[in-house]
């Protein structure tokens, strides 16, 4: 049995906890990151973002080079799909970058533990593995992430009837895939497979796609896909869905039965601390399952923080990976920064949706009096020139400051133009300094600044 102290304990090694881990021992701390995975970087680098965007990448140019280059006056004939080939270029690149958190962790010299951490009273973490160890530390950061919350009814089979891990392994294109949820999973991984050649059919609860994004947003979204092919039922509650042996039913309320050939349950994600002994230590989650902290990250058990999808907020990659180093930065240095308002979130369907900041619904809500600015992509040279039209960018600022208080984009290329949005929002700037900055012609982000200028109804090229 191994018995070890360190200055800090990270369990867990998604992008929260290797993150934090790492940017601890830049600040000269001793540090310990134990993961339970063979594969280092959690569900965003193993099973969730990053081989959903390489099937994203790749079903695209599939799609394109089936459908999108007559445009361009580029014919092809005799394209084909090789989905084995397609998987292990998924498999590769995954592969890459979890070695490459191994490698990151090593370079800062932070001890790895492979096992389930357990918290073993304060200051105490047990590793349950191969080897066994018993560890302690000054400040111990919770980092264990989330998993797929089920669905009363559903029997998931984690085959047939499956969740986004299997939904981005099939060895077949489905026929007829059933999507439960139209959130961020089941919009990107229906498109991977509808543009592979599946028959998609997206059941939502709600009466709109999206929940929380903004509304003008998410029905341009939703007006695109419905012209690519998936099809949605809205305000459908699924109340079961079962594997007969040859054909998958899913049953909605006041509604007739669904059939279809696989099923992906995407209906969130829940807190994941099972086995993290909380009880040792008197953590009490909230009533989703959530460890409570304070704006430090601090739990109530002195030296215990928690960071990332286990706490409130997003369940977002880069907003665990900011939670990781503020909550390091104020516990080694005194001072630790994170804006939640300007913590973007993008949805790799095509075109992409991003966001930042508060939606218009949210103002509406909130009596707080706002201006908005909207541009179209169809006025974009860039845009025109790529052949990727559709979309608006939507710029909402307060009436009488003109601060941004969000940006809100439906297009191409969205994910990468959001950033210049989050770094404005983070800097506090109104429409006005985002509309006065000088963007490159011809490129996407001219729609940010005509948007912005449309604030205060001088758009240039409309
Ligand atoms: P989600 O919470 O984003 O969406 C789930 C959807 O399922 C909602 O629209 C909800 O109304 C619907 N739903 C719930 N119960 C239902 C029922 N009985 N019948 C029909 N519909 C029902 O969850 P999702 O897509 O599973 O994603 C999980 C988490 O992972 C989210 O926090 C998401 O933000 C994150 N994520 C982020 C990505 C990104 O940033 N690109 C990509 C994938 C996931």
Same mark, same amino acid.
């Given at each position: 049995m191994i018995e070890r102290s360190h200055d800090v304990i990270v369990i867990g090694a998604g992008p929260g906890g290797y993150v934090a881990a790492i940017r601890a021992a830049q600040l000269g701390l001793d540090t310990a990151c134990i993961e339970k995975e063979a594969a280092l970087g959690g569900t965003c680098l193993r099973v969730g973002c990053i081989p959903s965007k390489a099937l994203l990448e790749s079903s695209e140019r599939y799609d394109e080079a089936r459908n999108g280059l007559e445009i361009h006056g580029v014919k092809t004939s005799g394209v084909s799909l090789d989905l084995a080939a397609m998987m292990k270029r998924k498999d590769t690149i995954v592969r890459q970058l979890t070695q490459g958190v191994g490698g990151l962790l090593k370079k800062n010299k932070v001890t790895r533990y492979v096992g389930t951490g357990r918290l073993d009273g304060p200051g105490?973490?047990?590793?349950?593995?191969?080897?066994?160890?018993?560890?302690?530390? #000054?400040?111990?950061?919770? &980092?264990? @992430?989330?998993?797929?919350?089920?669905?009363?009814?559903?029997?998931?089979?984690?085959?047939r009837i499956g969740t986004s891990t299997e939904g981005l392994a099939y060895d077949t294109v489905p026929e007829h895939l059933i999507v439960i949820g139209a959130g961020a999973i089941g919009l990107e991984l229906g498109s991977v497979w509808h543009r592979l050649g599946a028959r998609v059919t997206v059941l939502e609860y709600l009466d709109r796609i999206l929940p929380g994004t903004d509304a003008e947003i998410a029905s341009a979204a939703k007006r695109s896909f419905e012209k690519q092919g998936l099809?949605?039922?809205?305000?459908? #509650?699924?109340?079961?869905?079962?594997?007969?042996?040859?054909?998958?039913?899913?049953?909605?309320?006041?509604?007739?039965?669904l059939t279809a050939d696989r099923v992906l349950v995407a209906v969130g994600r829940k807190p994941y601390t099972d086995g993290l002994g909380l009880e040792t230590v008197a953590i009490e989650r909230d009533a989703r399952g959530r460890i409570p902290i304070d704006g430090h990250f601090r739990t109530s058990c002195a030296g215990i923080y928690a960071i990332g999808d286990v706490v409130a907020g997003p369940m977002l990659a880069h907003k665990a990976e900011e939670e990781g180093v503020a909550c390091v930065e104020h516990f080694a240095t005194g001072h630790g920064h994170i804006n939640y308002e300007a913590?973007?979130?993008?949805?790799?369907?095509?075109?992409?949706?991003?966001?930042? @900041?508060?939606?218009?619904?949210e103002l509406v809500a909130a009596g707080v009096p706002f201006r908005k600015g909207t541009y179209p992509f169809m006025a974009n040279g860039r845009a025109k020139a790529l052949a990727q039209t559709e979309g608006l960018v939507k710029v909402l600022a307060h009436a009488q400051t003109d601060r941004i208080l969000g940006?809100?984009?439906?297009?191409?290329?969205?994910?990468?133009?959001?950033?210049? &949005?989050?770094? &404005?929002?983070?800097?506090g700037a109104s429409s006005e300094d985002l509309a006065r900055a000088c963007h490159a012609h011809p490129t996407l982000s001219e729609c940010l600044k005509e948007a912005a200028l449309g604030v205060h109804g001088r758009t240039i090229n409309l």
């Open positions: 105490r973490v047990a590793v349950d593995g191969d080897a066994p160890a018993v560890l302690s530390a #000054k400040h111990i950061i919770i &980092a264990t @992430g989330s998993t797929v919350s089920p669905l009363p009814g559903v029997e998931v089979d984690f085959d099809v949605f039922q809205l305000g459908v #509650k699924v109340t079961g869905a079962r594997f007969d042996g040859s054909t998958c039913v899913v049953e909605r309320e006041g509604g007739e039965p913590i973007p979130n993008v949805v790799y369907t095509h075109p992409e949706v991003a966001t930042v @900041g508060r939606s218009e619904e940006v809100h984009i439906f297009g191409p290329r969205a994910g990468d133009l959001i950033a210049e &949005a989050a770094v &404005a929002m983070e800097y």
